[in-house]
């Protein structure tokens, strides 16, 4: 267990809705990271953050915000959800700083119709 | 831009073969890892490769790094069904990881 917890683990929503997702750890690691995983893509980073407001974008940005105001939240925001935006979304931490191994969580699995 | 390409796709394999899967990254790397992912789950890490010529080996699973070459490979021996799984590989990009497009393995009696 990586004492990581995503949720919601499923959603539905509509095209232009906005959509949060939520990281939490229970470990108290700078490094957490969102990825989402879409078949012939595998995963690809959305955005990454090492600290408490500190945060920076991946191959994948656009359309999408994250917020960590505190050590063990990462939120992922969709504004207005697209059916592009339809994927698997994982959360990961690095327990050895910025560039280690990584440990995911269960993921999120998001339909936009 | 560091990019990771993985190869096959898929492989479909019978039960006691052997078989290679193939990762190169495009730009200079010194740490490899592979992950494996069953239908529905979340990712497990398989092997941490730290430095060139590292070799790891965990039952029938062996992964090596060429960092010259900027390939790793993950060999598998006398596969079984309980191996059939995707697997990823990751090469390291200053604080974050580049994954490849993953291999789905299937293995068949």
């Known amino acids: 267990d990586a004492g990581i917890t995503q949720s919601p683990r499923h959603k539905v929503t509509e095209t232009g809705t906005p959509v949060t997702l939520r990281c939490h750890q229970t470990?108290?690691?700078?490094?957490m990271y969102w990825y989402r995983q879409d078949p012939g893509h595998g995963l690809r980073l959305i955005h990454y953050?090492?600290?408490?407001?500190?945060?920076d974008k991946g191959e994948v940005s656009d359309g999408y915000s994250v917020s960590r105001s505190k050590t063990e939240d990462f939120l992922l925001t969709l504004e207005s959800a697209t059916s592009s935006q339809t994927s698997v979304y994982f959360c990961?931490?690095?327990?050895?700083?910025?560039?280690?191994?990584?440990?995911f969580g269960e993921g999120s699995r998001l339909t936009v119709l | 831009e560091l990019k990771v390409e993985q190869n096959p796709l898929f492989l479909s394999m019978q039960e006691g073969k052997n078989y290679t899967i193939y990762c190169n990254y495009s730009?200079?790397?010194?740490?490899l890892y592979w992950y494996r992912q069953d239908p529905g789950k979340s990712l497990e890490s398989l092997f941490v490769?730290?430095?060139?010529?590292a070799v790891k080996q965990e039952g029938r699973l062996m992964a090596s790094l060429d960092t010259k070459a900027r390939l790793s490979t993950l060999h598998i021996t006398a596969a079984v069904h309980d191996l059939s799984a995707t697997y990823f590989c990751?090469?390291?990009?200053?604080?974050?990881?580049?994954f490849g497009t993953g291999t789905r393995l299937q293995v068949f009696p």
């Open positions: 990961a931490i690095s327990r050895t700083g910025g560039t280690g191994e990584l440990f």
């Open positions: 470990e108290n690691h700078r490094y």
């Open positions: 953050s090492y600290g408490v407001k500190d945060t």
């Open positions: 730009t200079t790397s010194d740490r």
């Open positions: 490769l730290l430095s060139n010529g």
């Open positions: 990751a090469a390291d990009n200053t604080d974050k990881l580049i």
